[in-house]
């Protein structure tokens, strides 16, 4: 009677089937083994939860584990995150790998799936991926998904931190609340003032001291921001007041060269290295042409104090920076004994770039300036040109003045940390919403394993019919 009430139903879909089972079951109890006939009750209730999952294991014909068990776990499991009770990593795991796409991604509306266990090897757990923890998708991999919202927004942020202002109003329609950080910067724009909340994050230097290059900075709160930043306005004004004497603006070049020296003062209150640096900077500006009589004691003082107070850091400071230190020394005592007239101290900065820049940059600049310039100033930048030839040759007899000492320190921050993961909105769903066959999958599974285990109990074969078939995914797009 079990074998003829199993066949009998087989022509149904398995969900139907079991239930028509599960009501037989009152007259007849012994119709199915004990575990599926409670399995089948609690199907036909939809209450997975009231029997245990079950862990058997066994073979199939050629060797491999199989769990007959899995439909039922991942059934009552589907059963359990929709009604709000949080699973295992390891059943969620499953579920993102069985259930159809449009059912996982209403779970996902609901916030019903946590950000655990999802990889991203193929394109389905990519999407997943991108879908619940978007910061984790790999910018490499956006391209695969078509995520231009999110290229776009990471592209920014990279551009943030290549100090281009232009990023933070591109930055807006892809910023995502309660991530703040394009009002902040919108607000040093319109304020001029750098917080320290920002200056902690070292990948906004570069836009920060764009956004607000004339800023006061607390020195106490913001030393290390602060050192960098000062340290790089004040190189800034010896070059753009090295070009202002190039271009034979002597009131400019003037004003440019009496703000760095300011700036100098402020840096003996931050740190070594940026002491230092002020020292440096000084006995630079003490030996300018413009001087109407360059000291060089006063600027040897400057990098070589006589008194051991003023010396304190110098032995803390790092190899190549105390080489320079002991260059610059050696090339102002040179110029104390040979006086030369036309010397130029560092021709670099003189053609207003920084420090040792490439030939393609230097040449470049001094191509651009000589089309521009004309008598003095041509004079001076062609000055410039040769002196570099000469060092690059080896030719120079006294060598160019090192400003700054330690130009790795004052580098923008490394674009290796930059953090363009951060703030990702989850990407939109690209399914439509579950159908009622898609929703029920993980139920008709179970219901077919029960109808399966039933008949191989009883000596048939296929007892699930072809019921058992996934539903299509026809609702995603």
């Avoid at 609690?42 to 073979?59: K, T, V, W």
Wanted: proline share 7%.
């Amino acid at each position: 009677m079990a074998a003829a009430a199993v066949s009998a139903v087989q022509p149904l879909r398995s969900i139907a089937a079991v239930c028509v089972l599960a009501e037989a079951l009152d007259p007849f109890p012994d119709l199915l083994p004990h575990l599926q006939s409670a399995r089948a009750r609690a199907l036909a209730d939809d209450l997975p939860g009231r029997i245990p999952d079950g862990h058997n294991s066994e073979q199939d014909a050629e060797g491999r584990k199989k769990d007959p068990d899995a439909a039922w776990r991942r059934y009552t499991s589907y059963i359990r995150i929709t009604m709000g009770i949080r699973i295992t990593e390891e059943a969620q795991q499953d579920l993102l790998l069985h259930l159809p796409l449009p059912v996982i991604d209403d779970l996902i509306d609901q916030g019903r799936l946590r950000n655990r266990g999802i990889g991203s090897a193929d394109d389905r757990s990519l999407y997943l991926q991108a879908r619940i923890a978007p910061a984790q998708v790999p910018t490499q991999r956006l391209a695969e998904l078509c995520w231009d919202d999110e290229i776009v927004r990471r592209s920014c942020i990279t551009r943030l931190a290549q100090g281009d202002v232009t990023a933070i109003d591109d930055l807006i329609p892809y910023a995502s609340e309660p991530w703040s950080l394009v009002s902040q910067l919108r607000a040093v724009r319109d304020s001029g003032n750098i917080p320290r909340s920002l200056t902690d994050h070292k990948w906004l230097w570069p836009v920060l001291e764009n956004l607000a290059p004339k800023a006061r900075i607390d020195l106490t709160a913001q030393r290390e921001f602060g050192s960098w930043f000062m340290v790089r306005r004040t190189l800034w004004m010896v070059r753009n007041g090295s070009l202002a004497e190039l271009h034979g603006d002597k009131d400019r070049a003037a004003i440019f060269f009496r703000h760095a020296w300011d700036e100098t003062r402020a840096l003996q209150r931050l740190t070594a290295a940026a002491r230092w640096e002020g020292h440096n900077t000084r006995a630079f500006l003490r030996l300018l042409r413009t001087s109407s009589k360059p000291s060089y004691e006063d600027a040897l003082e400057e990098i070589h104090p006589s008194s051991a107070r003023e010396r304190v850091g110098e032995d803390r400071l790092p190899p190549r920076t105390r080489a320079n230190l002991e260059r610059n020394r050696e090339v102002i005592r040179k110029l104390q004994h040979r006086r030369e007239s036309d010397y130029v101290l560092n021709p670099y900065i003189a053609l207003g770039l920084q420090d040792l820049a490439p030939e393609p940059e230097w040449k470049s600049a001094w191509r651009r300036l000589r089309r521009r310039l004309s008598g003095e100033g041509e004079a001076m930048a062609n000055q410039a040109k040769d002196a570099i030839q000469d060092e690059e040759r080896g030719h120079a007899v006294t060598g160019s003045f090192r400003l700054p000492l330690s130009p790795e320190k004052w580098e923008l921050p490394s674009a290796a940390n930059v953090p363009v993961h951060d703030g990702a909105r989850p990407l939109p769903r690209r399914t439509d919403p579950a159908t009622t066959s898609e929703r029920e999958y993980a139920r008709s599974q179970a219901a077919s394993d029960i109808l399966r285990a039933a008949g191989a109990s009883l000596g048939l074969h296929d007892a699930a019919g072809t019921s058992s078939a996934p539903p299509s995914e026809s609702s995603s797009k």
